[in-house]
């Protein structure tokens, strides 16, 4: 009897899709999902020879070939761990455990471990690209023993997203690595939602225009500096209809998550490093699900009347532009400089051209100006921020007149944009020499006597404030 060449587990949309991805590439796939009736359900649609269903786990395990290579695909969490614990008893020496979800990238590390016990690799996977890049070629990023990985490598390269005819899909590092640069890859999609949710929020309420005027703002950058995956969906979500109009304004203003952006904020935390464009944009998710307490607030709390921009619209879509394309900058480099710290801390040793490089196709996040970022690293993959490379600085010194004067034009409407204004807030504070951190230490020593150093000359001390 023919052995299949990989196993997927897990037959909800990526799960599923990803399998059909596999046999597409000729690969014989085994599926298995919990609930039988899934399982059937893909065998049912698709027309694909080389997919076998299983409903025994034992079954599917028997038909895989040596060493076998099982692709989790379910819910981060508790799911991930109680399959594994099913598994575990009947897994040889050599084995490879791929989790192809968004695991938390301490639960892939523990994982790992544990596995490693009985000789099983686990390959911790971030895959990107939600429904149809799992179909039709996903962004993948592959941590966990480098020999686990290449026995999965040719599956991978088929399967993944070509930019240029190269696979978007490169070994991150040991594990954990690999969704570590996922959570952080989720991050900047926060990021990028926010920055262009709040363009759009500009676009309608101050400049007053229609969605399809919008979409077609969207569809001119697209062509430009600023083309990305997130732009032009954009544009198409702007234009779709339903029977009572444009669908968008239907959509319930409260944006929910599923905590990768969260964990990636919490990491920053820990590794000290300013993330306040992705935080902000976390944050904002949060306020907008306080819809009935916005409703009534709305009513209670005062602002100022907005005032139309009514003349030189074009130089003030314009300067929109250039303000959302710097804070878009400022995001990436901010989650570029966590993986650069936590690579540190981890001894991971990754590659930022390699990570920019395979985030040019297949994944949310895709875009143009990623093909800059892989240049600056190519040269430089320690480069302490982005902002400080050559085409950076450029784009900075000419783009941050106009992200000031539009996070001032809009602020002064009474309109939340949090990811504009922290992304300034950044760009102001990061090229400040001299801060008020100064005073910071001086209360701190004041109230607590935690001493502060001098700059002007070496050394700690404490003084006596209040004498
Ligand atoms: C991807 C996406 C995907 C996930 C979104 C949604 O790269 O394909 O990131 O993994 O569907 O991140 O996440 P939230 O529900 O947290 O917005």
């Known amino acids: 009897m023919k052995k299949n060449d990989i196993g997927v587990i ?58 076998r290579r099982i692709l989790l695909m379910v819910q981060s969490g508790q799911a991930t761990d109680d399959i594994i614990n099913v598994l575990t008893p009947y897994l040889n020496s050599g084995d490879i455990i791929i989790d ?29 690209g939600g429904e149809y890049g799992a179909l039709n070629g996903p962004s993948i990023m592959p941590g966990g023993q480098k020999s686990a990985y290449d026995i999965v490598k040719p599956i991978f390269k088929s399967i993944a997203s070509k930019f240029k005819n190269q696979p978007c899909v490169a070994y991150i590092g040991p594990n954990g690595s690999g969704h570590y640069v996922k959570m952080v890859h989720n991050g900047i999609e926060y990021a990028d939602m926010q920055l ?17 005027e919008i979409s077609d703002v969207f569809d001119i950058w697209n062509q430009g500096e600023l083309n990305s995956y997130l732009i032009d969906i954009t544009k198409n979500i702007l234009r779709k209809k339903d029977h009572n109009g444009d669908l968008i304004d239907y959509v319930l203003d409260e944006a929910v998550n599923k905590g990768t952006g969260k964990w990636t904020c919490q990491d920053a935390l820990d590794l000290h490093e300013s993330l306040n464009v992705i935080t902000e944009s976390v ?56 993986l650069g710290s936590a690579s540190k801390k981890y001894y991971w040793n990754l590659k930022c051209h390699e990570i920019a490089s ?41 783009y941050q007149s106009s992200l000031r004067k539009i996070v001032s034009y809009v602020v002064k409407q009474g309109i939340a944009i949090p990811a504009l204004v922290s992304s300034l807030t950044y760009y102001d504070s990061y090229r400040t020499s001299q801060s008020s951190a100064n005073l910071i ?15 002007d000359k070496s050394g700690v001390y404490h003084t006596n404030w209040l004498e």
């Open 358 to 398: 395979i985030f040019r196709s297949g994944c949310i996040i895709q875009a143009d100006f990623l093909n800059q970022l892989v240049e600056i690293y190519k040269y430089d993959n320690i480069i302490i921020n982005l902002l400080l490379s050559p085409y950076f600085q450029d784009i900075s010194k000419q």
């Open 100 to 128: 192809g979800g968004n695991s938390f990238y301490k639960d892939t590390i523990r994982r790992s471990k544990d596995l490693l016990k009985n000789n099983v690799s686990f390959l911790g996977v971030g895959i990107s």
């Open 441 to 455: 230490q001086a209360q701190r020593d004041c109230f607590g006597a935690h001493t502060y150093k001098r700059n």
């Open 283 to 338: 944050f904002a998710r949060y306020v907008s699900s306080l819809k009935s307490q916005r409703m009534l607030a709305s009513k209670i709390l005062s602002g100022p009347n907005v005032s139309l921009v009514s003349s030189h619209k074009d130089d003030f879509i314009e300067d929109l532009r250039k303000a959302l394309y710097l804070s878009k900058i400022i995001a990436y480099s901010q989650g570029f400089s966590q």
């Open 196 to 212: 262009i949710s709040e363009v759009y929020i500009i676009l309608k309420n101050i400049v007053n225009y229609s969605n399809k």
């Open 10 to 67: 897990g037959m909800a949309v990526m799960g599923r899709n990803l399998a059909l991805n596999i046999a597409k590439s000729g690969y014989n796939v085994a599926i298995f999902n919990r609930t039988i009736n899934k399982t059937k359900d893909v065998m049912l649609k698709c027309s694909e020879k080389n997919i076998s269903p299983y409903f025994l786990i034992q079954d599917f395990l028997r038909s895989l070939k040596k060493p």
